[in-house]
Structures are given as C-alpha cells and as structure tokens.
C-alpha cells in the first residue's frame, strides 16, 4: 500500500531565504508526482507535475524533483516570500490502474517579512 | 474558463438529514473525482469517473454515501442520513486523460460540511 510522507509538518522562515521541502513514497511504482498549494479555506491548486520518466520541473521560483528510485521528491522554493504562505502538499499517482492519487499530510509554510 | 465549481460553499446540517453536494468539472475534462479532507485523515479519494461511469468507489467509506454523475457537466455526491463524523471538506477534481503521466486535476473550491 502507497504511502507518503512530508517532512517537516511545519516550517517557519524569514523572507528572502531559499528552502526545500521532502516528500518520500513508499511504492516506487508511479506515473507521477505532483506538488499542489492550498491556502487557507481554499481549494488546491497544483504547482508542478513530474512523469516518471522526468527527473525535474521548474516554475519560476519552484523547482521540483523526483528521484524514484529511492522514493523522494523535493520542491525547492528560492528566495522566498510572505505569498508563499500555505500548506503544500505532495501527491503520487499510479495504484489502481488510473491517476488515482495519494496525498502526504502537507508541509505548512509561513514565510514571515 | 471557472474552473471547477462546487456548491454549495458552506452547509450545516442536523444528523439524520440528507445532504447533497454538487459538482461541476471543467469543461471538456472526462475524469472527475470526489475527495474527502480532515485533520484526522488528510486528503482521502472517495470516488472516481470515468467518461461519466464510476470507475473506483473503494473510498466510499459506507452505503451512507453515495455518487452520480448524470451527464459530463455535473456530478453529485449525496450522504444519507449523515453523522456528526462526515464533518469534512469535500473536493471535487477533474482532469482531461490526455495519458497517464500528465494528467494534472484540478480541484474546485471545497465545501465545508458540518453535522451536528
């Protein structure tokens, strides 16, 4: 049974630093991984989408990358800012035969001026 | 486009009443999936369709709950009688099966249940 877990549950930085976020998997069996925002009282919005034959995505300030293998994925956020305030979240698809995914608790970032 | 829209936003029930929480996917998007959060259990997929046909309902934690999705524009997820424990967020998402490996869902805005 996939698994996924984020590390840390929560992160408290100054703006301006860079920092990374860890996803890990249990089941190296997946069609992609992706990382989604959810603001408070909000709905999630993805942010990068990496197959499995990938071993990167950028977006502007997001890079995120995927080392199947070993099961973990980081998204790195450079120079960040107060607006990156949110919880994030990494999902994995690839059970069931279809894009079904499987969320890790999310990683809850205050990014503070 | 609206992307995903649900409704309603907010309900607050009794327990024992019936609820029903609609949805409506992206035009065009042949996958829609309902998904259930709470602090306890995270993000949970409840139900999956395909081209309007239940394809997973694995999710569906009892017979209390139940989903239907009448033409590719709408979809309803309906509890029945609920409890005080279906206090949740619920999610709706859909997504185009351009293939496997990039499929991206988007989700809709949520509705906020509570039971009581």
């Known amino acids: 049974k996939q698994e996924v877990t984020q590390i840390p549950a929560a992160l408290s930085v100054p703006e301006g630093e860079n920092l990374v976020l860890n996803c890990s998997f249990t089941d190296s069996a997946i069609y992609n991984l992706q990382w989604f925002r959810q603001d408070p009282g909000k709905g999630l919005t993805s942010l990068l989408l990496i197959q499995s034959s990938q071993r990167e995505q950028t977006s502007g300030r997001l890079n995120a990358s995927l080392d199947k293998s070993s099961g973990r994925s980081t998204l790195y956020i450079a120079a960040s800012q107060p607006g990156d305030s949110a919880t994030y979240l990494c999902a994995v698809s690839g059970a069931g035969g279809y894009n079904k995914l499987i969320f890790g608790a999310g990683t809850r970032l205050a990014v503070h001026p | 486009d609206a992307g995903v829209i649900q409704s309603p936003r907010h309900e607050v029930t009794e327990m024992g009443q019936e609820v029903t929480l609609r949805c409506k996917p992206i035009s065009g998007h042949n996958s829609l999936f309902w998904y259930r959060q709470t602090m306890m259990r995270g993000l949970e997929l409840l139900i999956y369709?395909?081209?309007?046909?239940?394809?997973?309902d694995s999710g569906m934690p009892e017979d209390r709950f139940s989903a239907k999705m009448p033409n590719a524009s709408f979809s309803t997820l309906k509890i029945q009688p609920s409890e005080p424990r279906d206090s949740a967020v619920y999610f709706c998402?859909?997504?185009?099966?351009?293939?496997?490996?990039?499929?991206?869902?988007?989700f809709g805005p949520g509705t906020r249940l509570t039971v009581l």
């Open positions: 369709f395909n081209n309007n046909v239940p394809i997973d």
């Open positions: 998402a859909s997504s185009s099966r351009q293939g496997f490996g990039t499929d991206t869902q988007y």
